[in-house]
Nanobody, 123 residues
Framework: VQLQASGGGLAQAGGSLRLSCSVSGSIFSLTDMGWYRQAPGKERELVASVTGGGSTNYADSVKGRFTISRDNAKNTVYLQMNSLKPEDTAVYYC??????????????????GGQGTQVTVSS
């Protein structure tokens, strides 16, 4: 299972960016998907998550500005980031929880993270 994130870059304060993360590999279904970020000198934090049923959860710092969504047909999760602030500058990582049948017809579950994509917001 592999995750490919894209869409990071440089934005001005007040601007917008949209991150995408596509999941590939042999899986039966995706359950929870999410975005994390890590700023220099800080711990990684959860930014937003979305369940298989579409329920969402956001960090207080991004509520009302960021929107997480998913396209199950494309195995892709998105993060629309509006009203960006310099403190949003970080490396953003996506993650996906998945399940699949193994060669013994047993269910396997796992979590895979993607490579980070840099988001830089200038003041």
């Amino acid at each position: 299972v592999q995750l490919q994130a894209s869409g990071g870059g440089l934005a001005q304060a007040g601007g917008s960016l949209r991150l995408s993360c596509s999941v590939s590999g042999s899986i039966f279904s995706l359950t929870d998907m999410g975005w994390y970020r890590q700023a220099p000198g800080k711990e990684r934090e959860l930014v937003a998550s979305v369940t298989g049923g579409g329920s969402t959860n956001y960090a207080d710092s991004v509520k009302g500005r960021f929107t997480i969504s998913r396209d199950n047909a494309k195995n892709t999760v998105y993060l629309q980031m509006n009203s960006l602030k310099p403190e949003d500058t970080a490396v953003y990582y996506c993650s996906a929880d998945w399940r699949r049948l193994n060669s013994r017809s047993e269910w396997e579950v796992g979590r895979t993270g993607g490579q980070g994509t840099q988001v830089t917001v200038s003041s």
